[in-house]
Nanobody, 123 residues
Framework: QVQLVESGGGSVQPGGSLRLSCAAS????????IGWFRQAPGKEHKGFGC????????WYEDSVKGRFTISRDSARNTVFLQLTSLKPEDTGVYSC????????????????WGQGTQVTVSS
């Protein structure tokens, strides 16, 4: 069964850090582009970063660039999202998704989704 499972969410104070995991089963995560998305309260579901299966290049939305980092661990068949310098506006449900390899992970057709993990940034 093809599946993605996120973990690592929680509550942190502004300026804090978290590391989210996106563990794949039923397929090899190295062969797919992996995107990260979040849905903030009252806002639309939106992608903010991804890692390409072609060359492991990454893309980040301006709001998270320099604060969030996506990486792969082939041995664990897992993609990680390191969150640093967290802000209250980073609060939301974070989800990962997988897409077949293509020219850009930013515009990839994500079809396999995880259930999401909650991140709350509050003092």
């Amino acid at each position: 069964q093809v599946q993605l499972v996120e973990s690592g969410g929680g509550s942190v104070q502004p300026g804090g850090s978290l590391r989210l995991s996106c563990a794949a089963s039923g397929f090899t995560v190295d062969h797919y582009s992996i995107g990260w998305f979040r849905q903030a309260p009252g806002k639309e579901h939106k992608g903010f970063g991804c890692i390409s299966s072609v060359d492991n290049s990454t893309w980040y939305e301006d709001s998270v660039k320099g604060r969030f980092t996506i990486s792969r661990d082939s041995a664990r068949n897992t993609v990680f999202l390191q969150l640093t310098s967290l802000k209250p506006e980073d609060t939301g449900v974070y989800s990962c998704a997988a897409a077949p390899p293509g020219p850009s992970c930013h515009t990839a057709p994500y079809a396999t989704w995880g259930q999401g993990t909650q991140v709350t940034v509050s003092s």
